[in-house]
């Protein structure tokens, strides 16, 4: 496929991002990068198109293996971070919650109603 081919599919896939058109643009994209794994823009706008925060995080990277000084790319991923940490703490405090239900009940404490 020629560049101008290959140029041809960025500008679609990222018009129907715009458009709000996710899944149209997030193949287009995709195909993009299937014929130009270099492809800076295209990998930048997939992060904002697929759905798992790993994905999000290898669109990102890639960007940054192509140019290291993308500062969107690099917002991006210290989003990334903040937002796993949110869950982390999240699953912990979920997690010590359960346990302490579990003693509770094992030592023959009243129950807490949900």
């Keep these: 496929m020629s ?5 041809e599919l ?6 129907a991002a715009k458009a709000g058109n996710s ?3 997030e193949s287009l994209l995709m195909q993009v990068v299937d014929l130009d ?4 823009q295209a990998w930048l706008w997939l992060s904002g198109l697929v759905e798992s925060m790993d994905d999000r995080r290898t669109c990102l990277e890639n ?10 790319a690099q917002a991006g991923l ?3 971070a903040q937002q796993q940490e949110k869950r982390d703490i ?9 346990l302490q239900r579990v003693g509770d009940y094992f030592h023959g404490k009243p129950k807490l109603s949900s």
């Design 3 to 7: 560049e101008s081919q290959v140029a």
């Design 10 to 15: 960025l500008r679609r896939g990222i018009a």
């Design 23 to 25: 899944k149209e643009a």
């Design 37 to 40: 794994e270099h492809n800076e």
């Design 63 to 72: 960007v940054l293996a192509i140019n290291p000084a993308n500062t969107h």
């Design 78 to 80: 210290r989003w990334l």
């Design 90 to 98: 999240l699953i912990i405090d979920m997690l010590e919650c359960l």
